[in-house]
């Protein structure tokens, strides 16, 4: 036992110092949060900036949808006639359809 109460037992003055240097930095950066935190002006401005930032980029998509929706807007019958070409049955199938409707309305009305 009284071997270990000699020199070989003291710890090393340069680790002490090491571990020492460390925990400052890490209260230091812990200091720093806790400043960060209790900044409430500094937080209010990020929070604005980022609902500022978030309503920009939601006016941004907004405005490029108004402008896709009036671009076809201004061309409503070239729209239609771009789809009928390249699926002309449901056209077709309309047309036989109104086409029964009004044979339909011919004949009630003809047996009055």
């Known amino acids: ?6 020199s070989a037992a003291k710890p090393d003055l ?3 110092r ?3 240097k460390q925990t400052r930095a890490e209260l230091g950066e812990t200091v720093q949060a806790l400043a960060a935190k209790a900044d409430v002006k500094a ?3 990020d929070q604005v ?3 500022r930032q978030r309503v920009l980029t939601q006016a941004a998509e907004f405005t490029g949808r108004v402008r896709e ?10 729209d239609v006639q771009s789809r009928v070409r390249a699926d002309p049955a449901p ?9 029964a409707l009004v044979g339909v309305i011919l004949i009630v009305r003809g047996r009055r």
């Open 91 to 99: 056209a077709l199938l309309l047309a036989a359809g109104l086409a």
């Open 49 to 51: 900036e980022q609902t």
């Open 1 to 6: 036992m009284s071997e270990r109460n000699g």
């Open 69 to 78: 929706a009036a671009v076809r807007a201004t061309d409503p019958a070239g």
């Open 18 to 20: 090491e571990e020492i």
């Open 14 to 16: 340069a680790v002490l």
């Open 43 to 45: 937080r209010a401005r």
